[in-house]
C-alpha cells in the first residue's frame, strides 16, 4: 500500500511537463492563463504519474467555463443593489454549465478605484462586466485589459465608442428626450420651474439622459425654466437636502427629473412640505419608488429589467450573441405596476 510519502507531487507534474509549479497550479485548478498545448501537456504528466485518473484528467481537461466578475457602484441606490442581488442569485444556482461569477462593489465616483478593480479581476477572469465612469484612468485601464484579451462590456453607463469594449444598457438620449415629453405633458402648466438630479455628470448615461431631458423642453416647451442641475451622488440624504433646499428656493417648482437614483430622498421632502402635486419621474422599479408611486409621489418610474440587463452582459461576453442594440425602456405608473 502506497504510504502518503509516495503519492504523486504537483513537482513531479512540473518536472515530467517541463512547465514552472504555478502553470501546474493553474491547469489542475482550471485556471485562466495557459495556452491549449500546455494544458494537454501537463494533464498527459499527471496521468503518467498517477497524480490524477483518466476520469479526473477528464474532467479537468474538459473546457473550462468562463470566470465573469462584474463591477458595481456601492453606496445607496436600491437598483444597483438590485442588480448585484440579481447576479448573486446567480452565484448560489449556478449550473454546471455556467459561469463562474463574482461581484465586487467599487467605491462609487472613484475612477482610480475602478481602474485599479478593473486590473485587479483581469488576473482570474476572462470577462468584466462593469459599471462605467467617464474618464481617462477607466478609459486606459479598459484599454489595457482588453488588450490583454480579457473580454469587457459596460452595464447602464458606458465609456463611448471604444473598441473592444461592448455595451447594454438604455438609449439614454432618447430616455432623457421621453421623460421631458412626460414631464412637461404632466406638468400641465405653460410656466414654472423644473429641476434635474443626477448622480455624477462622469456618469455618460446621466449626462445623457441630461441633455436628451434639455433638448425636448427648449423645442416643446420653453416656458418651463430649469433651475440647475443638482448632484446627489446616489445618495438618499444628499438627494433629500438637495430637494429641501429647491422647494424653499424655488415656489413655482411643477417637476424634479431624478436621471440617477436614491429617488426616496426626493420622496421624503416632497412628503415632508406637502407637496405631492411637483411631477416627479425617477429611475428603477424598487421598493422605494414602487412605494412612491402607490402613494402619488411619484408620477412615473423609468425601468431596465436587471435580469435582462444581465442576460444580455453573460451572452456578449461568451460571444454567444453580439449586443442586440439599446435595451426596451420600461415605464411605470401607479395603475400598471407589476
Not at 21 to 38: F, I, L, P
Not at 135 to 147: C, D, K, L, S, T
Not at 289 to 302: H, P, Q, S, Y
Amino acid at each position: 500500500m502506497a504510504t502518503k510519502a509516495d503519492r504523486p507531487l504537483l513537482t513531479d507534474i512540473a518536472t515530467r511537463a517541463g512547465v514552472s509549479m504555478a502553470t501546474v497550479d493553474r491547469v489542475v485548478n482550471r485556471r485562466k492563463g495557459v495556452s491549449e498545448r500546455t494544458r494537454l501537456r501537463v494533464l498527459e504528466a499527471a496521468r503518467a504519474v498517477g497524480y490524477l485518473g483518466d476520469e479526473e484528467a477528464a474532467h479537468i481537461g474538459a473546457q473550462r467555463a468562463m470566470n465573469i466578475t462584474v463591477l458595481l457602484p456601492a453606496g445607496t441606490n436600491p437598483y444597483l443593489r438590485l442588480l448585484g442581488d440579481r447576479v448573486r442569485a446567480r452565484i448560489g444556482e449556478r449550473e454546471a454549465s455556467a459561469p463562474f461569477l463574482r461581484c465586487f462593489f467599487i467605491e462609487s465616483f472613484n475612477a482610480p478605484a475602478l481602474a485599479a478593480a478593473l486590473r485587479r479581476a483581469a488576473d482570474w477572469s476572462d470577462g468584466v462586466a462593469f459599471f462605467a465612469i467617464e474618464h481617462p484612468e477607466v478609459r486606459a485601464a479598459a484599454e489595457e485589459v482588453a488588450a490583454q484579451g480579457v473580454r469587457l462590456v459596460t452595464l447602464v453607463s458606458n465609456l463611448g465608442d471604444r473598441a473592444g469594449v461592448a455595451h447594454i444598457g438604455l438609449d439614454n438620449h432618447a430616455v432623457g428626450r421621453t421623460a421631458g415629453l412626460l414631464l412637461g405633458r404632466l406638468a400641465g402648466r405653460r410656466e414654472g420651474a423644473v429641476a434635474l438630479v443626477a448622480g455624477s455628470r462622469n456618469y455618460r448615461a446621466h449626462s445623457e439622459r441630461e441633455a436628451g431631458f434639455l433638448s425636448l423642453l427648449d423645442e416643446m416647451f420653453p416656458a418651463l425654466s430649469l433651475v440647475g442641475l443638482r448632484e446627489g451622488h446616489d445618495d438618499a440624504a444628499q438627494n433629500y437636502r438637495h430637494t429641501l433646499a429647491l422647494l424653499d428656493q424655488q415656489p413655482d417648482l411643477v417637476g424634479i427629473y431624478n436621471v440617477g437614483g436614491s429617488s426616496g430622498g426626493i420622496t421624503r421632502a416632497l412628503r415632508e412640505r406637502g407637496r405631492e402635486e411637483v411631477v416627479f419621474i425617477g429611475h428603477g422599479l424598487t421598493d422605494d419608488t414602487r412605494r412612491a408611486l402607490l402613494d402619488g409621489t411619484m408620477d412615473a418610474v423609468f425601468d431596465q429589467d436587471p435580469d435582462l440587463l444581465l442576460d444580455r452582459a453573460l451572452a456578449a461576453l461568451a460571444r454567444a450573441q453580439a449586443p442586440q442594440g439599446a435595451l426596451k425602456l420600461d415605464i411605470y405608473f401607479r395603475e400598471n405596476l407589476p
